[in-house]
């Protein structure tokens, strides 16, 4: 499989989500949104799991806007200000109000990992699991090596661990019975530092490299 073999939607809504995205994300919070779709959309793929690619791909731009200083809640967490927000998003765009709610519901249990059963709910189960790819690394061998660097290629991760340390350390501070204060009390840092796909031999090659 190659990055050019997956099926991203070309809808209206998937536009709007990425532009959203795109003007209130880092560069590297932003490829970090792609690569979850990335990692959602390959493995469903491989494990011929049937999946809403314009549901995934709008989750993945909104997952973690609810960090971000425009949108951020003083009393909610950050995947439940997210999940609103992107209702709010999916209503302009004229969705009908059951698929509002899977968007926001996804978004809402993103944070959940492996406790999303695939049976039960294939899109929420595909963005918990490469949510978990991109922060610690888990499940990041179910992607062959050639492909794994071909996204970070193309979708280089820049400085992801510091940038999202830094919003989580924030959010745990303020809101510690949220969900990044768990992290932080569960050592997010240590975890990030040893995701394998920082791993310097899958880092796009500097200047020096290709001399």
């Given at each position: 499989?190659?990055?050019?073999?997956?099926?991203?939607?070309?809808?209206?809504?998937?536009?709007?989500?990425?532009?959203?995205?795109?003007?209130?994300?880092?560069?590297?919070?932003?490829?970090?949104?792609?690569?979850?779709?990335?990692?959602?959309?390959?493995?469903?793929?491989?494990?011929?799991?049937?999946?809403?690619?314009?549901?995934?791909?709008?989750?993945?731009?909104?997952?973690?806007?609810?960090?971000?200083?425009?949108?951020?809640?003083?009393?909610?967490?950050?995947?439940?200000?997210?999940?609103?927000?992107?209702?709010?998003?999916?209503?302009?765009?004229?969705?009908?109000?059951?698929?509002?709610?899977?968007?926001?519901?996804?978004?809402?249990?993103?944070?959940?990992?492996?406790?999303?059963?695939?049976?039960?709910?294939?899109?929420?189960?595909?963005?918990?699991?490469?949510?978990?790819?991109?922060?610690?690394?888990?499940?990041?061998?179910?992607?062959?090596?050639?492909?794994?660097?071909?996204?970070?290629?193309?979708?280089?991760?820049?400085?992801?661990?510091?940038?999202?340390?830094?919003?989580?350390?924030?959010?745990?501070?303020?809101?510690?019975?949220?969900?990044?204060?768990?992290?932080?009390?569960?050592?997010?840092?240590?975890?990030?530092?040893?995701?394998?796909?920082?791993d310097p031999s899958l880092r796009p090659p500097t200047g020096n490299d290709r001399q």
């Open positions: 499989m190659t990055l050019d073999e997956l099926v991203v939607p070309d809808t209206a809504a998937s536009a709007a989500a990425l532009e959203v995205a795109s003007a209130h994300f880092s560069p590297a919070l932003l490829n970090h949104s792609v690569r979850v779709y990335v990692w959602a959309a390959a493995h469903g793929t491989s494990q011929n799991i049937r999946f809403d690619p314009e549901l995934i791909y709008v989750a993945s731009m909104f997952h973690d806007l609810g960090m971000m200083p425009e949108f951020d809640s003083h009393t909610l967490s950050f995947e439940e200000a997210g999940g609103n927000l992107a209702r709010v998003f999916a209503t302009g765009a004229g969705w009908p109000v059951e698929r509002r709610e899977r968007l926001s519901e996804l978004i809402f249990r993103h944070i959940l990992g492996d406790r999303v059963e695939v049976s039960i709910d294939p899109e929420g189960h595909l963005l918990a699991r490469s949510a978990g790819v991109e922060i610690t690394g888990k499940h990041a061998d179910d992607f062959p090596p050639d492909f794994r660097a071909e996204v970070l290629q193309r979708y280089p991760r820049l400085g992801f661990i510091e940038e999202f340390l830094a919003c989580s350390h924030e959010q745990a501070q303020r809101k510690p019975d949220s969900s990044p204060g768990g992290w932080i009390r569960a050592d997010l840092d240590t975890r990030m530092a040893a995701n394998p796909l920082d």
